[in-house]
Every structure is written in structure tokens, then in C-alpha cells.
């Protein structure tokens, strides 16, 4: 069975520093990893996403993952922080027993203050 | 950019009362799921339904839940006889296909329903 870990609750960084939210899996197979990102009142957004290739991947607003096999993990990292950046972020793994299913952390509150 | 929406946004019930979570997925999308967050864990599958039948469906997934989608736009979700932990955010997502690792679900932003 696959799982991830997203062992940090919140984050907290301030504006224009760079930040990390970390995710870790484990699948028995290949992974399919994805960020997605949730605001107040809005459904989950789709952020980046690992396939194959090349271990940075780069996504919306600036933000990047760099995926390595080696260490099983999949961090989220943006250079320069932004208090628009807020909210909170899922991390996620695909069944790599085909279909779509999604496999998420528990999530990580990410605060970016002034 | 299209959307998936979600109805209601917050549901209050009384235990054993039946609910129908609502969904309209993007327009041309054509596998749907139920994901479900209680307060504080993670996001969880429920079920993925395709060519208006289940594909797949998890442990949480009894007898007491049931898809269907009536009408070839909306997709509901039924809660025949609510529990106190029925209590949580409930996501619909859909896709256009997932024969490659490449597909993204979109999410719409979740209904709550708090069971009393």
C-alpha cells in the first residue's frame, strides 16, 4: 500500500524568505507524486507534479519540487515566500495500481508573515 | 478556467438522517470520485466512479453510501443513515481519462457536513 508523511503541522516563514514543505512516500512500484494547495473556502488546486524526468519539477506561482528517489521524498520549496503563499498545502501520491486514485498527507499549514 | 462545484457547502444533519452530497464536475471530464477529510487528518478516497458504474471503492465505502450520477451532469453522493463520524469535508474531483500518470484531478472546494 502507498502512503505519504507530511511530518511538519505548520509552517511558518516570513515574506521573501525561500520555504520548504516537506513530504515523504512510500509505493511498491514507481511514483506519480503531486502538490496541491487549498485556500479558505476553496476546493483542492493543483499545484505541480512528478511523473518522470527531471528530478525538479517546476509549477504554479512560482513554486518548484524536487523529487528524490534515494531519500523517498518530494519537498515543495519556493524561493522567495509571499503572504499570498498562506494556506494550506497536500502533498499526494498516485495508486500505482492504475486508475486515478490519490493517496494524500495530512496536509501542512503553510503561514507567511510580514 | 472550469470548475467543479459542490452543494452545500455546509449541511447540518441529525444522526440517521439520510444526505445527498452534490456535484457537477467539469463538462467533458468522464471519471469522478469522492474524497472525504475528517477535521485534523488526512483527505481519503472513497470511490471513483466511471461509465455510470463504481470503478473503485475503499473500505470506508459501505453499504450505507451510494453514487449515482442521475442526470449525465451531476454526481451525487448518499449518506443513507448518518453516524456522528460520518462528520467531515467532503471533496468531489473528476478527470478526463487515467490511462496516464500525467492526469490531475480538479477538486471542487467540499461540503461539509457536520452530523449531530
Known amino acids: 500500500a502507498q502512503s505519504v508523511a507530511q511530518p511538519e503541522d505548520q509552517v511558518n516563514v516570513a515574506e521573501g524568505n525561500p520555504l520548504t514543505v516537506k513530504c515523504t512516500y512510500s509505493v511498491s512500484g514507481n511514483p506519480y507524486l503531486f502538490w496541491y494547495v487549498q485556500y479558505p473556502n476553496r476546493g483542492l488546486q493543483f499545484l505541480l507534479k512528478?511523473?518522470?524526468?527531471?528530478?525538479l519539477v517546476k509549477g504554479s506561482y512560482g513554486f518548484e519540487a524536487e523529487f528524490n528517489k534515494s531519500q523517498t521524498s518530494f519537498h515543495l520549496k519556493k524561493p522567495s515566500a509571499l503572504v499570498s503563499d498562506s494556506a494550506l498545502y497536500f502533498c499526494a501520491v498516485r495508486d500505482t495500481g492504475g486508475g486515478n486514485k490519490l493517496t494524500f498527507g495530512t496536509g501542512t499549514q503553510l503561514k507567511v508573515e510580514l | 478556467e472550469p470548475e467543479v462545484t459542490q452543494t452545500p457547502s455546509h449541511q447540518v444533519t441529525q444522526m440517521g438522517q439520510e444526505v445527498i452530497l452534490r456535484c457537477v464536475p467539469i463538462s467533458n471530464h468522464l471519471y469522478f470520485y469522492w474524497y472525504r477529510q475528517i477535521l485534523g487528518q488526512k483527505v481519503e478516497f472513497l470511490v471513483s466512479f466511471y461509465n455510470n458504474e463504481i470503478s473503485e471503492k475503499s473500505e470506508i465505502f459501505d453499504d450505507q453510501f451510494s453514487v449515482e450520477r442521475p442526470d449525465g451532469s451531476n454526481f451525487t453522493l448518499k449518506i443513507r443513515s448518518t453516524k456522528l463520524e460520518d462528520s467531515a469535508m467532503y471533496f468531489c474531483?473528476?478527470?478526463?481519462?487515467?490511462?496516464?500518470?500525467?492526469?490531475?484531478?480538479?477538486f471542487g472546494a467540499g461540503s461539509r457536513l457536520t452530523v449531530l
Open positions: 512528478y511523473i518522470t524526468g527531471d528530478n
Open positions: 474531483a473528476s478527470t478526463y481519462r487515467v490511462n496516464s500518470g500525467a492526469n490531475v484531478l480538479t
